[in-house]
């Protein structure tokens, strides 16, 4: 069994090491602790000499004495707990402090029928990390004194990782959990490795049953993707292994979409929303594969916005190329449009004259407003009432189109129009 003692103190993090010293001495004190390990994405991680900053910690034994031991010893505050003896620990911001530790009990898992959530029960390391996705994921370090960087690694992930290769640990992997095609993806682009040929027959075979994944988990696994630095060639794999297909046969990529999502990570400085993310990725849906796209993932207002908003910008667009169009024109057309949808279609770098106005919507027209208020006009005279709104919006309009310049001017031009406005009211 190798032994990682020497990378552990060279390449893990001094407050990383700080927490590994304690969990071996609470080992030492706590007599039903049998086992402590470092474990998952860390492992993988530390291997690859790759920043990393969330802990897994698995236990074997009494995981809720161990946190509340862990918690007083490193003064943690109170865990979050979820359910199946898993605690959160979430750090501060401080440098010495360790961002996030999982900390969970060794678990057997099994899928009761295909895409369903597994049924747990307490258990080794070793069954642990059998029931794990893949390989390179599925590694232990020891942190008891007796075993201190003894690596686990029941399915040589290790190996793997030598080879740059993605690969499960059991052929019904996929059939079990189809979010690990997902997640196939996003290790294989992350990590810069292949998925093993085996494992693309088994994520081909099993492909179908990304269908049995409700709406929730399907934009989760998305939305780990859309996060990730490469995203663009994750989409890319993603089509290739006929993933997105399998979401919905509506989602597709397109170059154009690539395209303005790819600058859109470049201009970024790390503060992307996810709403920009997800009308670029859309970008080139008709109205109804926008549609289905959406009510596949099922997701809040930002997400079904942000992927019909596009065509829905595609199908009035053109009215902005009119020579004689007025900013309150403008703003009628774009009013009800996302703004993350206006962006992107600025993004696709548009000649025609509806660029400016697009720009021009988002800088100025949209932040534009009467100066004068609902109170204002009451005491000049005005009926409450609908008169109010309809005045405020009269003026709003000749603002936009700088009929008026000043609060005097708008206040005219409301006392102008009053009359006419009176006599509508009495009318209906
Ligand atoms: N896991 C799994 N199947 C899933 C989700 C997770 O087997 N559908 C296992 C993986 O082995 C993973 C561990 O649970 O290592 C923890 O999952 P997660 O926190 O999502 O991944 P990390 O390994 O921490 O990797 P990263 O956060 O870097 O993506």
């Known amino acids: 069994m190798p032994n990682l003692s020497q990378l552990l103190t060279t390449k893990a993090k001094p407050e990383h090491l700080r927490l590994f010293n304690a969990c071996k001495d609470l080992h ?13 994405g860390y492992v993988r991680d530390l291997i690859l000499d790759n920043q990393t900053e969330d802990i897994d910690l698995c236990i074997e ?19 979050h707990e979820s359910q199946f003896l898993t605690f959160k620990f979430v750090g501060g911001k401080g440098k010495d402090n360790v961002k996030s530790i999982d900390i969970v009990t060794c678990r057997d898992e099994t899928y009761p029928t295909p895409a369903s959530l597994p049924d747990v029960i307490p258990s080794s390391i070793d069954k642990d990390l059998n029931r794990r996705d893949f390989t390179v994921n599925a590694m232990a370090i020891s942190l008891t004194d007796q075993h201190w960087g003894d690596l686990i690694d029941p399915s040589n992930g290790f190996g793997d990782i030598m080879r740059k290769r993605i690969r499960v640990l059991h052929d019904a992997s996929f059939i079990d959990d189809p979010t690990r095609v997902f997640r196939a993806v996003r290790y294989a682009t992350r ?14 075979n099993a492909i179908g049953n990304v269908d049995l994944l409700s709406g929730t988990r ?50 970024s400085s790390g503060d992307l929303q996810l709403e920009d993310l997800l009308a670029r990725v859309t970008f080139g849906l008709n109205t109804d594969e926008a549609k289905l796209t959406s009510s596949r993932f099922d997701g809040p207002k930002s997400w079904t916005d942000s992927i019909s908003g596009n065509a829905k910008l595609a199908s009035v667009v053109g009215i902005l190329d009119n020579p004689t169009i007025t900013r309150s024109e403008i703003a009628d057309v774009l009013d009800d449009i996302p703004l993350q949808c206006i962006r992107a279609y600025i993004a696709t770098g548009s000649t025609l004259p509806r660029r400016g106005r697009l720009i021009d919507y988002l800088q100025t027209i949209r932040f534009e407003g009467p100066e004068i ?41 409301a006392r102008s129009r009053l009359p006419e406005f009176l006599t509508h009211d009495e009318d209906a």
Do not use: W
């Not at 034994?61 to 003064?75: A, I, P, Q, Y």
């Not at 089509?239 to 395209?259: C, F, M």
């Open 61 to 79: 034994g009494n995981s809720k004495k161990f946190s509340t031991m862990l918690s007083e010893r490193l003064n943690l505050g109170k865990p």
């Open 28 to 40: 030492s004190q706590l007599a039903d602790i049998d086992n402590i390990y470092v474990c998952g």
């Open 191 to 204: 990590l810069g490795f292949n998925i093993d040929t085996h494992t693309t027959e088994l994520i081909t």
């Open 218 to 267: 399907v934009r989760h696994e998305f939305e780990h993707i859309l996060k990730e630095p490469k995203v663009c060639e994750m989409l890319r794999k993603a089509e290739d292994l006929g993933l997105l297909g399998a979401i919905t046969p509506a989602l597709r990529v397109g170059p154009k979409a690539l395209e303005i999502t790819s600058d859109l990570l470049k201009e």
């Open 373 to 413: 208020t609902g109170e204002d006009l009451m005491a000049a005279g005005v009926p409450e009432g609908p008169i109010i709104g309809q005045l405020l919006e009269l003026v709003k309009r000749a603002r936009l189109d700088r009929k008026v310049n000043s609060k005097k001017e708008e206040m005219d031009l």
